[in-house]
């Protein structure tokens, strides 16, 4: 199945907030957050949660990576539920220390508020961010117990960011893989979304197939189930590959003109697409990397 919507997707696992920014939530003994999504979305999030626990508080915040619309909220999180543990990487803590990247995430948060707001979409939590402390730092395959028989274990899985972690948690097949997967654009058309290494990208989307997931949750839009899981996971390596020939022929035709390339791409890709969709700065950010990264990988193998 596709799921599209909020709400509950399976025993004790939901969509909380906006499934174009979601935080997902598993329910046990220590229920658990995974990822922070919009500031904007705070308040949302925080009702959605309060409604699936009961008034019980969530244990932990699993972070996948450092981007904004995946902490936006963690701060805030914090001080709803002071006992709540942040968990993420050790490069994502890092990151989260440095004052020009909390600089960059405010200012695309606030991209994200003024959206939110043409949309007409209230509440709106509008404080911007002082700090996000991950107070747990994870190592890849690392496992953290949930309760009885239920752990959550972390997969380094780069490619979208260095700093990235995907989360399997075993017993209920529940995969929160976010950007590692791709984004489908909730047309059926999935993004590929490396931004440091295209290769090692690929290689984090084929580990991620092999573990056979029941339920999979990208980073947006859509949370896939069954049948549907494989059939995703397949679509994404070919929407790589395709990403791959596309950007290789505008760079071999623009002469390596980067900037034309990113015009092109940004035709294809973002123009046609209807709001909600990642904010045009942020996806210029991203597309920047991707076209980067391939014209050094060409560079690369024409110098082999």
Known sequence: MRFQDTGKIAEDFYIIGHPGVPVYLLDGPKPALFDAGF??????????????????????????????DHVGSAAYFKKVWPELQIVGSEKCRDILTRPGALQLINELNRIGIENMQSADIHPIHEDPIDHIDVEVVIVPDQTIELGPSLFVTALATPGHTWDFMSYWIPEVKILIASEAAGCDDGTGVIQTEFLI??????DSLKRLADLNAQILCPGHKIVLTGSDVRTYMAASLESARDYLDMVEAFLTEEKGD????????????????????????????NSKERVEKIWERMQKKSSN
Do not use: C, M, N
């Open 197 to 202: 290494d295209y290769d090692v990208y690929v």
């Open 258 to 285: 980067l900037k034309k390339v990113i015009q092109r791409v940004k035709a294809v890709e973002w123009d046609p697409k209807p709001w909600p969709k990642q904010p045009e700065q942020a996806y210029l950010l």
């Open 39 to 68: 500031t904007a979305l705070a308040k949302q999030y925080e009702k959605g949660i309060k409604e699936s626990l009961g008034g019980r508080a969530p244990a932990y915040l699993f972070l996948t990576h450092s981007h904004f």
